[in-house]
Structures are given as structure tokens and as C-alpha cells.
């Protein structure tokens, strides 16, 4: 049987009409019709667009959000709408307090199932020292305060710590009796429900897979009824001990495809071997299903699995430098063509079909981000639930804002992860949301009153100068509190350097909603913003504002160069224009705008180098590791050089010359040359308003990224 489908339908692709082929499985087989209508010759972009082409048209408003806010069943309890909060550890846990609040701000927001990560030390069989014992974390508490809000409260039960091949049979049996007695010991705290953490690396999921099990008992891989045994008695133990009403949900990989040795996935678990694990599952007792992507080489992906479409042009990218063909790989059946956004709802409605207890899916299920798709996902029964973190760790009042149409007052998520084991400069531990300041700070040491900024000391008047993100969010903040702000823009239009990071890193990253977020934001809160006014010190002193904000931006640097006839000297901010960009470009400067640069000129056909003053270790700092992780090896792939701890050291006609680290010159051709090192502080202007309150934030006090630049202008202004 032969499946003709168009390349205009393959665009429209796997969201929209080829639910049928998904669901019948025959959607990896649009590839043959769709290489035939390839072009006999292309240029290398051409191919490399046409590998994974993205369709931004997904992101229809059109929606009364009817179905996203109907109500559902999860074992004896209606569910109010269809945005659950999945369980994210790492984003919690300093103190009480934290616990409490964190959680309960979900509620307040309007979410009304709340799951909270494994993150107590609950297993008496194989207790954990690193965890917080029982006893000093207030469940019940906390299930007392998610109740008084109407919502609902339950705790994924989880360990990476165990190997389905390395555990004897008093092993499991000792593993699944701690699972069963912590699910006892949560309802007696109040909670509502557990849920099985059987997906990723969890020990559940070692013993589903056939890569993972080599057991030869009852609970090896010989039979789906035998895979399914360490869950399967689980679900049943708690039903036993907990009673039915007590709910029990379960997380497992809906389909698995080996990401670092391409191809090799023929021990990864399909679509059709889940159904069957499905229906194990609900026959053994489990109330709602929780689906998620199972690669097997970057654990990432498991949950923030949009990273493969991380990165300028390189759709697809699965981290070790090579590209998914996302027609024919996890079976063809991902919806690919959406940068990442409910990549899972064909496969979830197919295992949907074949059991009858409520099925949801994670990542990047976001009705803010694509209304229409995500409110017609439920109408049409792709999925029951959606699993939501990282959109709700930006803007915990989601719910209640998409429910009363504020739907530009949402903070957007970026894409970022800064959030989930990110580093700093220095290699410490850097854990924070670019969009919401507050994620992972508030009621720690930096943040002791929580999200909301304390009200006004008084009265007073606040000048912010500079519109990128970290004066807007300096004068965001500020208003919010009760001053009197005005913001100062010297250009024409807001946000700063926002715009031309978002034409070079490309849409993924969402800047341009955060833009308008943040824009929306001056009018909701009251800022008063005043563009095309550029302002120094003389107009500063004549305002006399009682405190200055200023978010000016750094200083580019310059090589010194002059251009050659057949080489150009760009500065960074002369580089947008593609036209004045030759075939043989030479960047300069190792940090995340160089590098992003980088992406963006490969995939626009030219070659390039990149001369970076820092060690290989720092290229692309100021980025995510995990977006690195991503977009370096592409980088690499498609034939980028990098020179670290060097310079350069001439312009030639046609030619640089580089200082190599090894103290050795080299020449090589170059018809472009970027300046892309990195920014200096700008501290002019603060230094001519002696004697005033002055605050620099961003770059001018010292350039990173935009993480910071937004954190810089939200701390200020809590503390002014
Ligand atoms: C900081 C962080 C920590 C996480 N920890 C867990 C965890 O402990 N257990 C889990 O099942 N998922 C965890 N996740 C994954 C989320 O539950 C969710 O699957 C993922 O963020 C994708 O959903 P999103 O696109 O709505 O963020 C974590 C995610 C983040 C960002």
C-alpha cells in the first residue's frame, strides 16, 4: 500500500491532517513520496531545510479554550480543566516554606492537580541520606492548603538509583514494598495520589525495556505481562493498602528510539508494545496514564525534548552532531514540524484508544503558546490531560490568565533550561527561570518576601533608561510595587537587543512573545514609556528622579581593523544584514552571540570560523549547557573551526591571519569578518550622576545574557 502525500501536506503534517496515518501507523511512510518531489540539485541549506521543515502556523488564537477548560475524571475526583502540573524536582526543596509556598502558589494560580517530584527520603527498605527525612517535610500541611484552594495533591514516587538486571528478587520485592508503604504513608498525610515514575531512567522503566532488562524471572522481558510485573504489583499493592479511591497514575516512555546510535533502536520499545503495556496497567488497577518520550542517549530529552529543535536551522538535531529524520525516526510519528510543541499528541491518542482510563502527555504542552491546536487536541480526543512544568514555573497564574483571556499578561516560557541543572561562569550550580525571576529564588536568601515584590517605601519617583529586558523588567517591577516610573528608550521601538536575538537564534526561543510580554507588562503595571528619547545626564539632573535605573547596554568592542578590498569588517550589530555577508566569514569572540551568529550564517550557506580569546570549554558562555549541548556538535558537524585562546592577528585582501594558541600564525580565506567579542561594561552615565541613587543592571554593569539582564532589573527594583 502506498501513502502519497504532498509536501504542503507534509508541512501541515502530523498536527493536523494525517491524524488518521498516525494513528494507523502509516506516517513514516510520506518519506519516499516526499523525497520525490525534491529537486534533483539543492544548495546545502536547501537540504538541510528540507530535512525537518518547521510550520509556524500552529499558533491560531482562535479558540474559546471551551475543551482546554472542561472538566474531567481522574479516579473519584473532577478535575476542574485539563492543565496538570508534572512533577519537576530540582526547581524545589531549600526549606519548609519554599515547600509550602511553591506549591500552593501553583493552586492559587488556578491549577487544581498539583504532582510534586520524589523528594523526601520515603523508602525504608533503601533509605536515602541526601533526601530530607519524612518527618520534616509538612505533607500534610501542604495538602491542607492545596485543599482549602479546591485542588488536588499528589507525589511521583520515583529512583534512578536501581537496575531492573542488577537487582536480586528480594530486591524488587524489598523496591516495590517501599513504593507501596510511601503511598500508605502519603495518604495518611492527606494526599490524593501517587504516581509511579516508570519513564526515563527510573527503575520501572529498566524493567519495561527489553534494551535494559536480561532477567530470566518473572520480571524479564519475555512476555509484556513480565516487563510490566515490577509496575503492575505496585498499582495493585497500593490499590490493596489504599484503597480504590486512593489515585495511582503511572509515567512510562510511550516510544523509545535510541538518539545516540541513530537507528540502532531495535530493542526500543514501540508505540504498539506501549498499548500493551497500557492495558496491563489499567487492568492492574492504574487510574490515568502519564506519556512521555523515552530516547535513550540524552537523558534531557526525556522530558524537555524540544531541545532537538534547539538552535538556528538544525531542526532535528539529536546532540551528538547528527540530525533526525523526524519522517521516518520514533517511528514517524512525532508531530516534528512544530519546534517541539506537542510533539507527543498523535502518539498519546493512540495509546488512548486502546484502554478507557484518562491519558496524558508532557512537553511543550502549552495552550498559551498554540491555543487552537491544544484546545481542538482535547476536543478531538488526542489526549485527556496535559502535563505542564516549565510554562507554569514561568507564570504560575497560567490558569487563571487563560481563563480570563489575559492571555498577553502570560510570561511565555523560552526554552531556555537555565532551569534544570544549568551552571554558571564558574561552573557553579545555576538553576533559574530567564523569564521569571522569582522560579527557584523566592523564599531563599535572595528572595526571603517570596514572588510578589514588597510594597513601595513611600513615594518616589523612578527613572529607568534603556528598554531591553532588564529595564523593562526593572520598571515592571518598580510599578508593581507603587512607584511612580517612567521609562527612557533611545530608539524608535522596546527591547533592547531582544529583536536581533530573536533573528538570529531563530523562532524557537519564543523572544519575540517575551518581548511582547514584556511590553504588555509597562502598560498593565503603569510605567510610563517614552521611546526615541535619548538621555543623559544633564536631562537626568533636570527630572531629578529619586532613584535611576539604568539599563543602557554595553559597549562594543572593536578589533581596530580597517576593511581590505576583499575582506569586510563588520561590527556584531552590522552582521544582521546578510547582504553585506560574504561566503568565508571569520567571527571573532566565543561567547553565545558569537555563536549563535554562527548557527545563523551556516544555515544561510556560508562557511565559518570562529577566533575565541576564551579556552573550547567557555565557547558559547552566557548559553544553557543543555542548549549547548545541542548546538555545539551541529556546529561542528557542519565544518566550523574553532580556534580557542587565539586572535587575530591581520585583516588580509581576502585573508585573516590568526594567532594560534600554539603562538603559530595562520592564514585562511576570509571575505567577512564579524566582531563578536565580548561586551564591556558601560558605566559613563552612572558615573555623571554623582551624589543620585543610581543603579546599573544588564550589560552595562556587566554583559552576560539576557538571564541576567532581566534578573539584574527585577532585584533592583525589589530593593529600591
Ligand atoms: C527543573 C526541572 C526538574 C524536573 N524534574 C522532574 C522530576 O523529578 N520528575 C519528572 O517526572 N519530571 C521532571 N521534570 C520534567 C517535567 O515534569 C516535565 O516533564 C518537563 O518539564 C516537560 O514539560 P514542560 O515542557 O511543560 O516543561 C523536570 C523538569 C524541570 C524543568
Redesign the pocket.
Known amino acids: 500500500m502506498s501513502v502519497i502525500i504532498t509536501r504542503r501536506d507534509f508541512l501541515k503534517g502530523t498536527a493536523a491532517g494525517a491524524m488518521g496515518l498516525a494513528v494507523t501507523g502509516l506516517i513514516g511512510k510520506n518519506a519516499p513520496a516526499y523525497a520525490e518531489e525534491a529537486p534533483a540539485v539543492m544548495s546545502p541549506q536547501e537540504a538541510i531545510a528540507r530535512l525537518n521543515p518547521q510550520d509556524y502556523d500552529y499558533r491560531s488564537k482562535d479558540t474559546d479554550f471551551s475543551h482546554v477548560f472542561s472538566p474531567w475524571k481522574l479516579g473519584p475526583f473532577e478535575i476542574k480543566h485539563r492543565m496538570v502540573k508534572?512533577?519537576?524536582?530540582?526547581?524545589t526543596g531549600r526549606n519548609p516554606e519554599e515547600w509550602l509556598h511553591y506549591y500552593e502558589d501553583f493552586a492559587k494560580g488556578g491549577v487544581d492537580m498539583i504532582w510534586i517530584?520524589?523528594f523526601a527520603d520515603l523508602y525504608n527498605n533503601f533509605p536515602s541520606t541526601r533526601k530530607p527525612a519524612r518527618d520534616t517535610v509538612p505533607f500534610q500541611e501542604l495538602a491542607d492548603r492545596i485543599h482549602a484552594l479546591d485542588g488536588h495533591l499528589g507525589y511521583?514516587l520515583?529512583t534512578m538509583s536501581f537496575n531492573s538486571k542488577d537487582m536480586t528478587l528480594d530486591d524488587v520485592h524489598m523496591l516495590q514494598e517501599d513504593f507501596i508503604n510511601a503511598a500508605v504513608y502519603l495518604q495518611s498525610q492527606g494526599l490524593d495520589a501517587v504516581e509511579i515514575?516508570a519513564a526515563g531512567n527510573n527503575v520501572g522503566q529498566t524493567f519495561f525495556s527489553r534494551l535494559r532488562n536480561t532477567r530470566e524471572d518473572e520480571y524479564g522481558p519475555q512476555s509484556f505481562e513480565n516487563r510490566a510485573r515490577f509496575v503492575t504489583e505496585i498499582v495493585q499493592g497500593i490499590k490493596e493498602k489504599c484503597g480504590k479511591d486512593f489515585v495511582v497514575q503511572v509515567?512510562m516512555n510511550v516510544i523509545e528510539e535510541d538518539d545516540q546510535n541513530m537507528g540502532d533502536s531495535s530493542l526500543a520499545t514501540t508505540v504498539e508494545e506501549s498499548c500493551e503495556f497500557a492495558k496491563l496497567l489499567e487492568a492492574a488497577g492504574a487510574d490515568s496514564l502519564h506519556l512521555?518520550l523515552g530516547p535513550i542517549g540524552r537523558h534531557i530529552c526525556q522530558?524537555?525534548s524540544e531541545l532537538y529543535f534547539t538552535g538556528y536551522g538544525i531542526e532535528g538535531t539529536n546532540g551528538y552532531g547528527a540530525q533526525f529524520d523526524f519522517s521516518r525516526h520514533w517511528q514517524g510519528k512525532l508531530v516534528a514540524n512544530h519546534s517541539g510543541c506537542g510533539l507527543l499528541l498523535n502518539i498519546v491518542q493512540e495509546v488512548k484508544q486502546a484502554v478507557s482510563i484518562p491519558c496524558g502527555g508532557?512537553?511543550?504542552?502549552?495552550p498559551a503558546h498554540a491555543p487552537k491546536m491544544f484546545d481542538d487536541a482535547i476536543a478531538d480526543g488526542k489526549l485527556d490531560f496535559m502535563?505542564?512544568?516549565?510554562?507554569l514555573c514561568c507564570e504560575p497564574e497560567y490558569v487563571n490568565k487563560l481563563r480570563e483571556g489575559r492571555l498577553d499578561e502570560i510570561a511565555p516560557c523560552t526554552r531556555c533550561l537555565h532551569?534544570?541543572f544549568d551552571y554558571d561562569e564558574e561552573g557553579k550550580t545555576y538553576?533559574h527561570c530567564r523569564v521569571n525571576v522569582a522560579t527557584q529564588r523566592a523564599w531563599r536568601e535572595v528572595m526571603p518576601e517570596g514572588p510578589i515584590p514588597l510594597p513601595a517605601e513611600g513615594e518616589k519617583k523612578v527613572m529607568v533608561v534603556g528598554g531591553g529586558p532588564g529595564g523593562l523588567e526593572a520598571a515592571r517591577i518598580a510599578a508593581e510595587r507603587g512607584y511612580d516610573v517612567t521609562l527612557y528608550e533611545k530608539k524608535g521601538f522596546l527591547g533592547g537587543l531582544l529583536p536581533f536575538a530573536s533573528a538570529i537564534k531563530g523562532p524557537h526561543e519564543n523572544l519575540d512573545d517575551f518581548l511582547a510580554y514584556l511590553k504588555r507588562q509597562q502598560e498593565v503595571k503603569g510605567v510610563k514609556v517614552v521611546t526615541g528619547q535619548e538621555v543623559d545626564a544633564d536631562f537626568i539632573k533636570a527630572e531629578a528622579p529619586d532613584v535611576v535605573i539604568l539599563a543602557v547596554g554595553g559597549l562594543r568592542d572593536t578589533l581596530g581593523f580597517e576593511s581590505t578590498p576583499g575582506t569586510t569588517v563588520l561590527s556584531f550589530d552590522e552582521a544582521i544584514s546578510l547582504d553585506r555577508i560574504g561566503q568565508e566569514v571569520t567571527i571573532v569572540g566565543g561567547n553565545c552571540q558569537a555563536v549563535d551568529m554562527a548557527q545563523y550564517l551556516i544555515a544561510h550557506g556560508k562557511h565559518v570560523t570562529i577566533v575565541s580569546p576564551d579556552p573550547k570549554d567557555k565557547l558559547d558562555k552566557g548559553q544553557s549547557s543543555w542548549v549547548k549541548t545541542f548546538t555545539l556538535p551541529m556546529l561542528y558537524s557542519r565544518g566550523t573551526r574553532l580556534w580557542p585562546n587565539a586572535s587575530l592577528a591581520a585583516v588580509g585582501d581576502g585573508t585573516v591571519t590568526i594567532k594560534s594558541e600554539t603562538g603559530l600564525d595562520v592564514t585562511i580565506a576570509c571575505d567577512t569578518v564579524i566582531e563578536a567579542m565580548d561586551m564591556l561594561p558601560n558605566k559613563a552615565l552612572a558615573e555623571a550622576l554623582d551624589g543620585m541613587e543610581v543603579y546599573c543592571v544588564g550589560d552595562c554593569e556587566k554583559p552576560w545574557n539576557i538571564a541576567e539582564a532581566v534578573t539584574a532589573g527585577n532585584l533592583t527594583a525589589r530593593k529600591i
Open positions: 508534572s512533577a519537576a524536582g530540582s526547581d517530584e520524589d511521583q520515583s515514575n509515567l512521555r522530558f524537555a508532557v512537553t511543550y504542552m502549552d502535563m505542564m512544568t516549565r510554562s532551569c534544570h538553576e
